[in-house]
């Protein structure tokens, strides 16, 4: 990772471990910049002894809060989360965003959903006019997944199914496959592929996040963040 | 089951059972009316070595087909069917359905969402005016089940975990869990309650099956049959 844009996101990841307060049920997300969150809020987690517990959205991300001593909430413990701090891999204008570049969409949604509060961290990179632009990870069920990608390619979309180095099918902490959609000319009608993807029987859910950001921290490489 | 019941389940299974040609691929749905589909096309593929490949919609149908000597199609090997063959819990005069009342709603979904045809047989109990007499199964990932059932309650449906008889959730056969949802007074909007169900995350897919169905056989205790 380039020097400034690790910098970038510490910043925002710090940012948001900032706006953590004693008492919170907190969502964490997953990948690089949800990692520099998890690291702020852990030191601030034992500098300052916050009581809070936290609600992760991988396994990758239990294991980190795990070894910071942040205490987990049990899976089914809770119904509802006071804020969740998680990254995007494109944020646009309008706070739409595309996740899941790390395979983690549908828990991310799923905490995301249950969060009173979701506040995206991203470096300025990941900010863009219009989505599309990083391919749309959407999970699939394993059952019959060849029919499930001819459909999503019969009706004009460009998908693989992601793959480990081994050539074996990438699966999630759900057990479930991943589609990479690519849009050659960015995505313009993200609703309505968004209808159209997640009707096809199959779709367990897309990498599109609607309405659901109430904030969003850019951090910069001065150690600065802009909010919007 | 009563006797009238079974014989008419057994005269819609026995005309669905005539509809299949050699050559075809069949989706094989799952459930009691179904199964007695598959024994007819057992008797036919046996008595005229029709040459057919199956693909069953769960490993209950699977096990039933292999018994009768009919090739399953490898569950990748194929991306379309001529012809799926299933029950259902609800019809309408749309040919709406509700489905999965035995759990399958998942596979059995994708399985039609294969189909060039979709073949529905019932006995005429499962004809009505307005779907949600009987329970609506939807299909949800197991992690954080308790936030999904309580957003749904929090739409205002009444929705319980399906549960084994030791009480433990019940287990689809792609892992994922199933919350029935009571109507108490019919669901006048399905269309609608699709909509609003299936945006929850978490919520995989549900039992409503619309524009799917392309005939409806009932079956009737004397062996004749109705089509719709």
């Given at each position: 990772m380039q020097d400034d844009i690790q910098k970038s996101r510490q910043a925002a990841g710090k940012a948001a471990a900032d706006l953590i307060k004693s008492g919170m049920l907190v969502g964490l997300g997953t990948g690089t910049t949800a990692a520099f969150f998890i690291e702020s809020l852990i030191e601030r987690f034992q500098n300052e002894h916050l009581d809070i517990k936290a609600f992760p959205s991988s396994e990758r991300t239990a294991k980190l809060a795990i070894a910071g001593g942040i205490p987990l909430c049990?899976?089914?413990?809770?119904?509802?989360?006071?804020m969740t701090i998680d990254g995007a891999d494109e944020v646009d204008p309008q706070k739409r965003l595309i996740k899941g570049g790390g395979g983690a969409l549908l828990r991310e949604k799923i905490v995301a959903s249950m969060s009173k509060e979701l506040i995206i961290i991203i470096d300025?990179?990941?900010?863009?006019?219009?989505?599309?632009?990083c391919p749309l990870p959407i999970e699939i069920v394993p059952f019959a997944h060849h029919a499930t990608l001819a459909k999503i390619i019969d009706l004009g979309y460009q998908g693989v199914l992601r793959l480990k180095k081994d050539e074996q099918p990438y699966m999630t902490d759900n057990g479930n496959y991943i589609i990479d959609i690519t849009f050659l000319n960015r995505c313009h009608t993200p609703e309505k592929d968004q209808a159209i993807l997640s009707?096809?029987?199959?779709?367990?859910?897309?990498?599109f996040f609607f309405n659901m950001a109430t904030k969003v921290i850019v951090g910069q490489a001065d150690g600065g963040t802009l909010v919007m």
């Open positions: 049990g899976e089914n413990s809770v119904t509802s989360l006071d300025r990179n990941k900010l863009v006019n219009v989505l599309g632009g009707s096809i029987p199959g779709v367990i859910e897309t990498g």
